[in-house]
């Protein structure tokens, strides 16, 4: 199993500002995942962030909105640039421990104002 | 590609009914398939897993079995519980198995 600890967990933000996300594991772990869930909807995918590697990103994310980081095996950040409305999500951070399963932060909850 | 598709909340039962919530999916290839649970409040917990035909996941009451003739993970509980309020997903590993493609979530919402 893994334990996975987020910051911020909830945020209030202006429009045009940027955030950016931790997101701290109790273990190494090879891939690490960034999920956005918005108001209501499922869990989509951002993108994958591997230690050592540019972070993949899905279909509808771009780097220069979405930048990760992934310095080493237990942490990596998320930002969110250039917010807007629309950004208004919980973003949660997951890990892979090669069983799998995927473990799950408990979110940052992100308003844009 | 791959996808999931699940029953559309919300669900509202009384305490001690039976419980299904419909998953199908399309995969190539030999996904593994999952329920995830979200508790208010709470982040996203792994409920069960199978990661092969006629497997059975089970945990905490709850079953579900792959079925690959009718490409389904149909979630069942024989008697809920107040405590089972929750949102529940159903998600497979997709075809490269680098990650986890989630449904759309059902809500459901048991009556004491």
């Known amino acids: 199993s893994a334990v996975i600890s987020q910051k911020p967990s909830r945020d209030i933000c202006q429009r045009g500002t940027s955030l950016t996300i931790q997101c701290q594991v109790d273990s190494q772990v090879t891939m690490m995942f960034w999920y956005r869930q918005q108001p209501g909807q499922s869990l989509t995918l951002i993108a994958t962030a591997n230690q050592g590697s540019e972070a993949t990103y899905e279909s509808g994310f771009v780097i220069d909105k979405f930048p990760i980081s992934r310095p080493n095996l237990t942490f990596s950040t998320l930002t969110v640039s250039n917010m807007s409305p629309e950004d208004s999500s919980i973003y949660l951070c997951s890990v892979d421990t090669n069983t799998g399963e995927l473990f799950f932060g408990e979110g940052s909850r992100l308003t844009v104002l | 590609g791959d996808s999931v598709t699940q029953m559309e909340g919300p669900v509202t039962l009384s305490e001690e009914a039976f419980l299904t919530i419909n998953c199908t999916y399309t995969?190539?290839?030999?996904?593994?398939l999952f329920w995830y649970v979200q508790y208010p409040g709470e982040g996203l917990q792994l409920l069960l897993k199978?990661?092969?035909?006629?497997d059975k996941g089970s945990n905490k009451g709850f079953e579900a079995t792959y079925r690959k003739e009718t490409t389904s993970f149909h979630l069942e509980k024989g008697s809920v519980q107040v405590s089972d309020s929750a949102v529940y997903f159903c998600?497979?590993?997709?075809?490269?198995?680098?990650?986890?493609?989630f449904g759309s979530g059902t809500r459901l919402s048991i009556r004491p």
């Open positions: 995969a190539t290839g030999y996904p593994s």
């Open positions: 199978a990661t092969k035909a006629d």
């Open positions: 998600a497979l590993t997709d075809s490269s198995a680098s990650k986890i493609i």
